[in-house]
């Protein structure tokens, strides 16, 4: 005897009908996002095909239970952006100030301190006198009793031996 019963769909089947639908319905609630769209009706497929033994003791409730799901994985979906902050690019760090660390600034004027110390008398009275005290080549000339020439030689021969010695404790940009 021939079986003459039409054989009962598989859960694939059921799934591959409805896609379609399910997609341009998905899409629809995410505004257009069709990346998101596909993501969430593959999660309803996943979710058929954990429940296929109960979808397919009902082959006719199955698309109403999938567009179901995919309402409720939209709705998740939304309420998990709402909870999470607004996610920013790198561009939107730009006009951020970096936080003021008292500990960086007393780090680097310590390094300093004992990078001034390496330096001759002589080019160290310099740079005292020009950059913390804020006196011109000229005023220092005179305070030293030298010429201003000589400043300004001390000066650009301090500075690279300076800019030398922190270079190599990894503050070379600090002059």
């Known amino acids: 005897m021939v079986d003459t019963a039409i ?3 598989t859960i694939s089947e059921l799934c591959r009908n409805n896609e379609a639908a399910l997609l341009r319905y998905a899409a629809r609630l ?3 996002d069709w990346q998101q769209a596909q993501d969430i009706t593959q999660e309803a497929m996943v979710a058929a095909w954990r429940h296929s033994d109960r979808l397919l003791a009902e082959p006719a409730a199955i698309r109403p239970w999938l567009f179901t799901v995919v309402r409720n994985l939209v709705i998740d979906r939304v309420r998990r ?3 999470r902050p607004a996610e920013v690019g790198p ?3 730009d006009g951020v100030a970096e936080p003021h660390d008292p500990i960086d600034k007393l780090l680097t004027a310590h390094v300093v301190r004992d990078a ?3 330096l001759s008398r002589e080019h160290r009275e310099v740079l005292t006198l020009l950059y913390y005290q804020g006196r011109t080549v000229a005023e220092a000339a005179q305070q030293l009793g030298i010429p201003a020439g ?3 030689s001390r000066s650009y021969y301090a500075l690279r031996a300076l800019r030398g010695t922190l270079a190599d404790a990894g503050l070379g940009r600090t002059l």
């Open 7 to 9: 054989p009962e769909p």
């Open 30 to 32: 995410t505004s257009g």
């Open 81 to 83: 952006q709402a909870r």
């Open 91 to 93: 561009a939107a760090l």
């Open 116 to 118: 001034l110390a390496t």
């Open 150 to 152: 000589t400043v300004k």
